[in-house]
């Protein structure tokens, strides 16, 4: 929490479930320490909940990453079936919470124009 007349300097973004969001990964995102940058977006999951998570990019090589809220990772992809350098990632919740969705550059690919979207394959209550 930041101190009283401080700015937070973390937002991570609101993502909805199915819905595809249109960003730009630029230097002023999170360094990753390895050259590049990371924009951060956090969705709900429900534990049983299975998931993809697309981002494409003509601008930079992605990676996805699902992280849960104690900041350990779920999954991680670089480069997708596609054979191309966009991320397409796959997962099953084990339990409910707040996630956060991390696109971030490859190494110093740089940054650039992107989109990602959250996919619920099939929803925790689903027999």
Same mark, same amino acid.
């Given at each position: 929490?930041?101190?009283?007349?401080?700015?937070?300097?973390?937002?991570?973004? $609101?993502? $909805?479930? #199915?819905?595809?969001?249109? *960003?730009?990964?630029?230097?002023? *995102?999170?360094?990753?320490? %390895?050259?590049?940058?990371?924009? %951060?977006?956090?969705? /709900?999951?429900?534990?049983? %909940?299975?998931?993809?998570?697309?981002?494409?990019? /003509?601008?930079?090589?992605?990676?996805?990453?699902?992280?849960?809220? %104690? #900041?350990?990772?779920?999954?991680?992809? *670089?480069?997708?079936?596609? #054979?191309?350098?966009?991320?397409?990632?796959?997962?099953?919740?084990?339990?409910? #919470?707040?996630?956060?969705?991390?696109?971030?550059?490859?190494? /110093?690919?740089?940054?650039?124009?992107?989109?990602?979207?959250?996919?619920?394959?099939?929803?925790?209550?689903?027999?």
């Amino acid at each position: 929490m930041a101190a009283q007349g401080q700015t937070p300097i973390y937002y991570p973004i $609101a993502i $909805a479930i #199915g819905t595809s969001v249109a *960003d730009q990964l630029s230097v002023r *995102d999170i360094p990753t320490g %390895d050259g590049g940058f990371a924009r %951060d977006y956090w969705v /709900e999951l429900k534990k049983g %909940d299975q998931v993809t998570i697309d981002v494409i990019s /003509e601008n930079f090589d992605s990676i996805v990453k699902l992280l849960a809220a %104690d #900041g350990s990772k779920v999954a991680e992809n *670089d480069d997708g079936p596609d #054979g191309t350098t966009n991320s397409l990632l796959f997962a099953r919740i084990n339990d409910s #919470g707040k996630y956060t969705v991390r696109v971030q550059a490859f190494g /110093e690919t740089g940054s650039g124009k992107f989109t990602v979207k959250v996919t619920r394959l099939r929803p925790a209550n689903a027999n």
